[in-house]
């Protein structure tokens, strides 16, 4: 069974800094995709950035710059960097992985950005 555990939100103030951590148990590998969404209250889930086994990255225009993805194959680990946040990053982050069309679903973590 594929567990996604999400950690590492919380709440920080405009240009501050977190990096977001899902861990998945090494319950998969070789995952043909593996990302990041949110969903702000009363807003529809939104891409983040996501990262193909091709190696093709595709980033929301928003977070462009400032996220970045990185991962642990060994330990079956995926980080989400996020720098110089804005309050509109305010959300709840959600892991995603994607293996042969399946796709699995963290349980969201909360971050909150503001003074």
């Known amino acids: 069974q594929v567990q996604l555990v999400e950690s590492g939100g919380g709440e920080v103030q405009p240009g501050g800094s977190l990096r977001l951590s899902c861990d998945s148990k090494?319950?998969?590998?070789?995952?043909?995709?593996m990302g990041w969404y949110r969903q702000a209250p009363g807003k529809p889930r939104e891409l983040v950035i996501v990262?193909?086994?091709?190696?093709?990255?595709t980033y929301a225009d928003s977070v462009k710059g400032r996220f970045t993805i990185s991962e642990e194959p060994a330990l079956g680990v995926q980080y989400l960097q996020m720098n110089n946040l804005r309050p509109e990053d305010t959300a709840v982050y959600y892991c995603?992985?994607?293996?042969?069309?399946?796709?699995?679903w963290g349980q969201g973590t909360q971050v909150t950005v503001s003074s």
């Open positions: 090494r319950s998969i590998s070789l995952a043909n995709a």
């Open positions: 995603y992985v994607e293996k042969h069309g399946h796709e699995f």
């Open positions: 990262m193909r086994s091709s190696g093709e990255t």
